[in-house]
T-cell receptor, first 112, second 115 residues
Framework: NAGVTQTPKFRILKIGQSMTLQCTQD?????MYWYRQDPGMGLKLIYY???????DKGEVPNGYNVSRSTTEDFPLRLELAAPSQTSVYFC???????????FGQGTRLTVV | AQSVTQLGSHVSVSEGALVLLRCNYS??????LFWYVQYPNQGLQLLLK??????LVKGINGFEAEFKKSETSFHLTKPSAHMSDAAEYFC?????????????FGSGTQLTVLP
């Protein structure tokens, strides 16, 4: 059972480039989340989804987009990378939003 | 809107000493509460959770936490610290926000265990 898998683990982007962070889960969870983690700031919710075809903004959505075409996958898209998007990104999933969330190993992104 | 406050961004204890990590939340209704641990370069792992029922909950690695509604607190404790407990700890609350539940995290507490 792989749980939540994120790719890539590390990435360096130049300002203005775009990329997609991949996230897939094999637990048939309906809720999925994207967080960013910055030192001393905890985790901030970027976007979340309560099921296939349904997404909503979290606390810090600007500069990001998501889609949820299947239960398993929840990719995060950065269209025009900016230095402020340098962070560690975590994908997570949970059942119905009331049980614990399971986290991926994270993607460390640097924008230069 | 809910918020989570973790008092002390860094806590140091000696090996064998009591660990106490503080978490307070603001919520108009009792939320679901969680403690997560993060080891270096890893994702978050659930330590324990409170949903309903007994207010003292036990988790993995000897940790426990008590939900105190009157104090809106959910402090994490461990009677005797071990070197392997050194990590960052996050308190989180799950509450209805808009049309769905959202998980909100505190800013984290870095625990150092001194030999």
């Amino acid at each position: 059972n792989a749980g939540v898998t994120q790719t890539p683990k590390f990435r360096i982007l130049k300002i203005g480039q775009s990329m997609t962070l991949q996230c897939t889960q094999d637990m048939n969870h309906n809720y999925m989340y994207w967080y960013r983690q910055d030192p001393g700031m905890g985790l901030k919710l970027i976007y979340y989804s309560v099921g296939a075809g349904i997404t909503d903004k979290g606390e810090v959505p600007n500069g990001y987009n998501v889609s949820r075409s299947t239960t398993e996958d929840f990719p995060l898209r950065l269209e025009l990378a900016a230095p402020s998007q340098t962070s560690v990104y975590f994908c997570a999933s949970s059942w119905e939003g009331i049980t614990e969330a399971f986290f991926g190993q994270g993607t460390r992104l640097t924008v230069v | 809107a809910q918020s989570v406050t973790q008092l002390g961004s860094h806590v140091s204890v000696s090996e064998g000493a009591l660990v106490l990590l503080r978490c307070n939340y603001s919520s108009s209704v009792p939320p679901y509460l969680f403690w997560y641990v993060q080891y270096p370069n890893q994702g978050l792992q659930l330590l324990l959770k409170y949903t309903t029922g007994a207010t003292l909950v036990k988790g993995i690695n000897g940790f426990e936490a008590e939900f105190k509604k009157s104090e809106t607190s959910f402090h994490l404790t461990k009677p005797s610290a071990h070197m392997s407990d050194a990590a960052e700890y996050f308190c989180a609350v799950s509450e209805i926000a808009g049309s769905a539940r959202q998980l909100t995290f505190g800013s984290g507490t870095q625990l150092t265990v001194l030999p």
